[in-house]
């Protein structure tokens, strides 16, 4: 039902700092970027996942390992060895359920943020989030993804230009321009939600079928991701522009471009908002229209039975079918010529009469 299997039933019994993966099973092999960076140059490169970690680089250089998978355990305890990471770190590094948020340990920093997951199976009805951390340290800043999708390609390619801001930047910056990255993927959703609102609105009007009330709730559980995966930043990223932090990151100069960040999530959740209050709306259009729709039935089906009422009266009285030549009062016109035309004749004007009066009325 839900789409994929938690297994939070592994951590029970656990001490703190046992690192398990908990999380929607991945098989995809762990995959290991090394970028060395300065000024002047940049060493990008692959390692394997048995080989050495690089630790902080020297002098003003920023090392950043890309990470693309939590789910190998055996890496992510190497890993936490070899660079000192502390052991609850390591432990909310493969438990993929985190909350977002922000901690310190030290001379570190650790983050947590969410991302409404692409399209998957076709068997996943619900809609997922993909947890993205980050470990922050003077020089060196480790980034994990649960998946191998290209989510930071924008920042590689800035980072490939000589004497590009990013280049310049310390460590600090690289996780703006990280944070940048993921805040940014939440535009083009909006966009797309205001074409399919639009589209929804015009169908609402002219064709309101049921399709229409399965593709509201699937609007509105997008939109309920994104306020899920948005909402805590708003909360967590002026404690980076703000400088609330113990440890001395962000510097004076990179913390207006997390306050920057920040405006951008206050104005997407204020969009989001507006985006779900036009929601309710259509709601409530759809329900009109339903209502109006079957109203419109509803009156179409009364007037006919009302045509019909004085029709099956005069049908009824002449199929008792008393016999004439028993008495000149049973029905003499059963031997009229003309009595099977004039009797049509009469119901047909009456029904003529009654739809004159129901237009004239403005009921048709």
Same mark, same amino acid.
């Given at each position: 039902?839900?789409?994929?299997?938690?297994?939070?039933?592994?951590?029970?019994?656990?001490?703190?700092?046992?690192?398990?993966?908990?999380?929607?099973? =991945?098989?995809?092999?762990?995959?290991?970027?090394?970028?060395?960076?300065?000024?002047?140059?940049?060493?990008?490169?692959?390692?394997?996942?048995?080989?050495?970690?690089?630790?902080?680089? *020297?002098?003003? *250089?920023?090392?950043? %390992?890309?990470?693309?998978?939590? @789910?190998?355990?055996?890496?992510?305890?190497?890993?936490?060895?070899?660079?000192? #990471? @502390?052991?609850?770190?390591?432990?909310?590094?493969?438990?993929?359920?985190?909350?977002?948020?922000?901690?310190?340990?030290?001379?570190?920093?650790?983050?947590?943020? =969410?991302?409404?997951?692409?399209?998957? =199976?076709?068997?996943?009805?619900?809609?997922?989030?993909?947890?993205?951390?980050?470990?922050?340290?003077?020089? %060196?800043?480790?980034?994990?993804?649960?998946?191998?999708?290209?989510l930071f390609d924008p920042v590689l390619r800035r980072l490939q230009q000589d004497?590009?801001?990013?280049?310049l930047g310390g460590v600090d910056y690289l996780l703006y321009a990280l944070l940048?990255?993921?805040?940014?993927?939440?535009?083009?959703?909006?966009?797309?939600?205001?074409?399919?609102?639009?589209?929804?609105?015009? *169908?609402? #009007?002219?064709?309101?079928?049921?399709?229409?009330?399965?593709?509201?709730?699937?609007?509105?559980?997008?939109?309920?991701?994104?306020?899920?995966?948005?909402?805590?930043?708003?909360?967590?990223?002026?404690?980076? @522009?703000?400088?609330?932090? *113990?440890?001395? #990151?962000?510097?004076?100069?990179?913390?207006?471009?997390?306050?920057?960040? @920040?405006?951008?999530?206050?104005?997407?959740?204020?969009?989001?908002?507006?985006?779900?209050?036009?929601?309710?709306?259509?709601?409530?259009?759809?329900?009109?229209?339903?209502?109006?729709?079957?109203?419109?039935?509803?009156?179409?089906?009364?007037?006919?039975?009302?045509?019909?009422?004085?029709?099956?009266?005069?049908?009824?009285?002449?199929g008792m079918n008393f016999n004439p030549a028993a008495s000149p009062w049973n029905?003499?016109?059963?031997?009229?010529?003309?009595?099977?035309?004039?009797?049509?004749?009469?119901?047909?004007?009456?029904?003529?009469?009654?739809?004159?009066?129901?237009?004239?009325?403005?009921? %048709?």
């Amino acid at each position: 039902m839900w789409g994929k299997q938690l297994r939070w039933s592994r951590k029970r019994g656990q001490k703190p700092g046992t690192v398990t993966h908990v999380g929607a099973p =991945r098989s995809h092999e762990v995959r290991i970027r090394a970028i060395t960076y300065g000024p002047e140059s940049i060493e990008d490169r692959f390692l394997e996942s048995a080989g050495p970690f690089h630790g902080p680089a *020297d002098g003003t *250089d920023v090392t950043w %390992l890309q990470i693309n998978g939590v @789910h190998d355990v055996d890496l992510i305890k190497r890993l936490g060895e070899e660079l000192k #990471i @502390h052991p609850l770190i390591l432990e909310d590094l493969a438990n993929t359920t985190q909350r977002p948020k922000l901690e310190e340990y030290a001379d570190t920093m650790f983050m947590v943020v =969410r991302l409404p997951s692409p399209p998957g =199976r076709e068997e996943e009805t619900l809609p997922q989030t993909e947890q993205i951390s980050f470990i922050l340290r003077r020089g %060196l800043l480790v980034s994990f993804s649960e998946t191998s999708a290209p989510l930071f390609d924008p920042v590689l390619r800035r980072l490939q230009q000589d004497g590009s801001r990013l280049r310049l930047g310390g460590v600090d910056y690289l996780l703006y321009a990280l944070l940048d990255v993921l805040v940014d993927e939440a535009f083009p959703f909006l966009e797309e939600l205001e074409d399919d609102l639009n589209e929804l609105e015009v *169908d609402i #009007i002219e064709k309101p079928d049921g399709e229409v009330q399965n593709r509201l709730h699937r609007i509105r559980g997008r939109m309920q991701l994104w306020h899920k995966c948005l909402s805590p930043l708003r909360y967590l990223l002026p404690r980076l @522009h703000q400088q609330t932090l *113990d440890i001395d #990151i962000p510097g004076e100069t990179t913390r207006p471009f997390f306050r920057d960040v @920040h405006d951008h999530v206050i104005n997407l959740q204020e969009t989001l908002e507006g985006f779900r209050e036009a929601v309710m709306g259509l709601q409530e259009l759809y329900l009109s229209s339903l209502s109006q729709s079957t109203n419109r039935v509803t009156k179409i089906l009364t007037l006919t039975a009302t045509i019909f009422i004085p029709l099956t009266f005069i049908a009824g009285i002449y199929g008792m079918n008393f016999n004439p030549a028993a008495s000149p009062w049973n029905m003499p016109e059963l031997n009229w010529a003309y009595g099977y035309i004039t009797v049509l004749g009469v119901m047909a004007l009456v029904a003529l009469v009654m739809v004159l009066v129901f237009r004239r009325r403005r009921w %048709l």
